[in-house]
């Protein structure tokens, strides 16, 4: 018993700790080769460096001449606009950046949290392989010598079952 707990707890600090994320990363929509540094909110494109801001759906670009392009995501698509010192002869097209920055900009506005769909696999897991062991925890403590009934078994089952499905399912959500 104490190695499964101690198993589960590793398990644990070792999924918790592998949440990361990309600081450098190339990317290359429309032939163009980008590389885009999320620390910095910077996009690089030979000698061009641009600079980003993402604020919920908003997406702003600065060009290295002061020139900026903006763009606003609908469930409808997008629209997008530039102020009057942006210069697509000189400089990529902001349509190409925004193509660039589409994952990021869906990345900073997931709220999902992986820490709840797999406490509900876990917790769902114990109640399936021990049943018993899980009633006492929630009810047997309270009383001496007391068994659970194969109808509080069978349900534990059931419900343990139930969350492995919705954990599975918020997780791929």
Request: proline share 4%.
């Amino acid at each position: 018993m104490r190695k499964t707990i101690v198993f589960c707890l590793f398990c644990l600090l070792f999924l918790l700790s592998a949440c990361g994320s990309d600081t450098y990363r190339v990317i290359t929509p429309d032939n163009v080769s980008l590389t885009v540094d999320t620390a910095a909110k910077t996009i690089r494109h030979g000698d061009d460096v641009y600079t980003y801001e993402i604020s919920g759906q908003n997406l702003t670009i600065t060009y290295p001449n002061g020139g900026q392009y903006f763009s606003t995501k609908h469930s409808t698509g997008s629209s997008g606009g530039w102020n009057e010192t942006y210069d697509p002869e000189r400089y990529l097209d902001g349509s190409t950046l925004c193509y660039a920055l589409e994952a990021e900009r869906d990345r900073q506005n997931d709220n999902s949290n992986p820490f709840l769909p797999i406490l509900l696999i876990v917790l769902g897991a114990f109640q399936l392989a021990r049943p018993q062991t899980a009633w006492f925890l929630s009810r047997g403590f309270w009383f001496k010598n007391a068994e659970p009934s194969d109808g509080a078994l069978t349900l534990l089952r059931i419900g343990g079952g139930m969350l492995v499905g919705a954990g599975v399912v918020l997780f791929f959500i």
